[in-house]
């Protein structure tokens, strides 16, 4: 799932680059108000989630530098960074790590613990669920949302997966 997250985040991002700035940021109808906030949205929580399974204590801070970014190309490299930084928190993982408890700085709502496989399988989901918010408003612009849903399957696998490399991106990193 790191590696799908990390190949629609470029897929998705990679496409949106097609969009100038005013297409990016434009007011649309979702839950959040442009392609720009949503992508931007889901980076921040990346990062919040990455921290927390990380136990780095940065907690809800992370969110005190969010901003919305002006261009899915200023954008993309720190969404990459993020991806493939989950993916090596993911490779390093035993089977005894996945019900490890972390602690969640929730804010007001104090210091919640929680399962790492839950903490993983959430922010999964989140990712998910705005990706296919922002596909959706890129279909009112001049760019063809792209295939998001073919990750797993050999059927229709996109080149693009042995592009990115992402058998080896622990080994990058290490």
Same mark, same amino acid.
């Given at each position: 799932?790191? +590696? ?5 985040? /470029? ?8 969009? *100038? $700035?005013?297409? %990016? ?5 979702? #839950?959040?108000?442009? @392609?720009?906030?949503? !992508? &931007?949205?889901?980076?921040?929580? *990346? ?12 907690? =809800? &801070?992370?969110?005190?530098? =969010?901003?919305? #970014?002006? /261009?899915? &190309? ?9 991806? =493939? ?17 972390? @602690?969640? *700085?929730?804010?007001?709502? $104090?210091?919640?613990?929680? +399962? ?6 959430? !922010? %999964? ?6 990706? $296919?918010?922002? /596909? ?18 050999? %059927? ?8 990115? *490399? ?5 080994? +990058?990193?290490?």
């Amino acid at each position: 799932m790191a +590696r799908n997250n990390r190949w629609s985040n /470029h897929v998705l991002l990679r496409a949106c680059a097609r969009l *100038d $700035g005013a297409a %990016f940021t434009a007011t649309r109808t979702s #839950f959040f108000p442009s @392609i720009a906030a949503t !992508l &931007s949205h889901n980076h921040f929580v *990346d990062l919040y989630y990455i921290d927390a399974v990380e136990e780095g204590g940065l907690g =809800e &801070s992370v969110y005190d530098d =969010e901003i919305v #970014f002006a /261009h899915a &190309s200023d954008l993309a490299p720190l969404q990459q960074a993020a991806d =493939e930084r989950l993916i090596v928190f993911c490779d390093r993982l035993t089977d005894a790590d996945m019900s490890r408890i972390v @602690i969640t *700085d929730r804010g007001e709502k $104090g210091k919640i613990p929680e +399962r790492i496989d839950n903490l993983l399988a959430h !922010l %999964f989901q989140h990712q998910i669920h705005h990706r $296919g918010q922002a /596909h959706a408003m890129l279909a009112g612009t001049s760019v063809k949302p792209p295939q998001l849903d073919e990750f797993f399957l050999d %059927f229709e696998r996109d080149p693009e997966i042995a592009r990115l *490399d992402l058998t080896d991106v622990s080994r +990058r990193n290490a």
